[in-house]
């Protein structure tokens, strides 16, 4: 049976970042649902021959409504997020019409990015705050573009509540993986609240989500308790398409144009 381009095509015309889309993940998914939805998609990976294998897949998975251009950049620094900002202002200098910050990882041992910082919360909460400070001019010109609001989507966890408000982000004492992936998730949230507050009524919505348990590659890349939750609780996990949804909605409902600083 051949594929259908979307009857709704509500991302016709726009242009969308999505970070961290590797196959048999949540921004695979994010991004073959919005190319579905007629979206041209700068599809990151953190090398080019990722970024590409993943368009490569997504040409044949997707309903050939969208385009997929592949973006590289590793986010374990502030430099690798102003390298995927640079990226997408290259292919889009008209501007983007939306950004979902996916990207994640967690880490069985302790270690410092470039900047000194822990790289959970280096890649789960700084390169999303860099990435999207960088992209700010260009999701504006996008919504002047459209005539309504460019959106952002950061992506959360339930888990969030178990994290705490850090003041030293090198986690100079004794590291916990858990725990820092816990905090570095409810960094992010705070941060977007904060932000859609800064920006609200100026062009750009900013909200978070979570895609609930969600069977991926995270948990085995990342090892350690993430590693034994993926091993033993795969059974009980849902597909990445469904994982995805919400960021979806909040990407293309025309009931959420001008929603902002909600996290679900």
Known sequence: MSKQPSPNGRMRGQTVLVTGTTKGGIGYETARLLGDEGAIVLTHGRT???????VD????????????????????????????????????PQGIHGLVNNAGAGFNERRLSPDGFEMTIAINHVAVAALTDALLDLLRAGADSLGRPSRVTNMTALIEGRGKVETDW?????????????DAKLTNLLYTYA???????????????SPGSVKSGFGAKAGGTFGLMARFGAPLYGPPSKGSRGVV???????????TGNGA
């Open 48 to 54: 080019p021959k990722a970024a590409g294998a993943s």
């Open 57 to 92: 897949s997504l040409v044949v998975d997707g309903n050939g409504a969208g385009r997929f251009i592949p973006v590289a950049a590793d986010l374990g620094s502030i430099a690798g997020a102003q390298q995927l900002a640079d990226a997408a202002r290259a292919v889009a």
């Open 170 to 182: 090198s986690y100079p004492g004794k590291y916990s993986q858990t725990q820092a992936y816990f």
């Open 195 to 209: 932000l859609a507050r800064r920006l609200d009524g100026r062009g750009v919505t900013v909200n978070a989500v």
């Open 249 to 259: 909605r909040i990407m293309t409902d025309p009931e959420l144009a001008t929603a």
